[in-house]
């Protein structure tokens, strides 16, 4: 099993910024690509950035250019960094690891964008 906790969310205007925190506990050898979703309320659960163990990352197009993701293997810890930040940012934000095939997911951490 792998354990994942969130921080880094909270409340911001817009234009602001904001970085969450992912670290991975338990059995977290063998992890593979690290990512964050989020999901906005009424809304489906939808992908941010994902990056995998080698390589490069991977975008939505809402985040290309505004968020950043980082990670540090040495500590399992995948990292979001999102600036200029829009109240349609307004979500729960999730961790999302693969590990050996199997995925797993944080408990999420709301991250509130006001006008």
């Known amino acids: 099993q792998v354990q994942l906790v969130e921080s880094g969310g909270g409340l911001v205007q817009a234009g602001g910024s904001l970085r969450l925190s992912c670290a991975a506990s338990?059995?977290?050898?063998?992890?593979?690509?690290m990512g964050w979703y989020r999901q906005a309320p009424g809304k489906q659960r939808e992908l941010v950035a994902v990056?995998?163990?080698?390589?490069?990352?991977n975008y939505a197009d809402s985040a290309k250019g505004r968020f950043t993701i980082s990670r540090d293997n040495a500590k399992n810890t995948v990292f979001l960094q999102m600036n200029s930040l829009k109240p349609e940012d307004t979500a729960v934000y999730y961790c999302?690891?693969?590990?050996?095939?199997?995925?797993?997911w944080g408990k999420g951490t709301l991250v509130t964008v006001s006008p």
């Open positions: 990056m995998p163990s080698v390589g490069n990352a």
């Open positions: 338990g059995r977290n050898w063998g992890i593979n690509a």
């Open positions: 999302n690891v693969d590990r050996v095939g199997i995925t797993y």
